[in-house]
Nanobody, 124 residues
Framework: VQLQASGGGLVQAGGSLRLSCVGS????????MGWFRQAPGKEREFVAA????????QYTDSVKGRFAISRDAAKNTVYLQMNSLKPEDTAIYYC??????????????????WGQGTQVTVSS
């Protein structure tokens, strides 16, 4: 599976962006698609994930109420709607796919496939 992320850009604080990630190849109902981010000088961190079957979601606390992850199975695409953006959201955002995840806390899984990343910059 190859993942192609897009939708990043420069936005002012309080603004919105929607990231997209298209997967080539088959995505199974037991798979989980996630978004991660990495800011300069920091470790990569989990942002959100969604189960391909039923749309169950998980979020890191810092984005709850501001970000929403969704998927369109027919298009093999996962989205990350980001609202009320803050300068601390500035990072490279990566999408990733985990086949049949082992851990129910999806941030703990290793993820089998990764996209190339898209830059999100939030100015103050």
């Amino acid at each position: 599976v190859q993942l192609q992320a897009s939708g990043g850009g420069l936005v002012q604080a309080g603004g919105s962006l929607r990231l997209s990630c298209v997967g080539s190849g088959h995505i199974f109902s037991s798979d989980v698609m996630g978004w991660f981010r990495q800011a300069p000088g920091k470790e990569r961190e989990f942002v959100a994930a969604i189960n391909w079957r039923g749309g169950k979601t998980q979020y890191t606390d810092s984005v709850k109420g501001r970000f929403a992850i969704s998927r369109d199975a027919a298009k093999n695409t996962v989205y990350l709607q980001m609202n009320s953006l803050k300068p601390e959201d500035t990072a490279i955002y990566y999408c990733a796919l985990e086949r049949n995840p082992h851990y129910s806390d999806w941030r703990l899984n290793s993820y089998d496939y990764w996209g190339q990343g898209t830059q999100v910059t939030v100015s103050s």
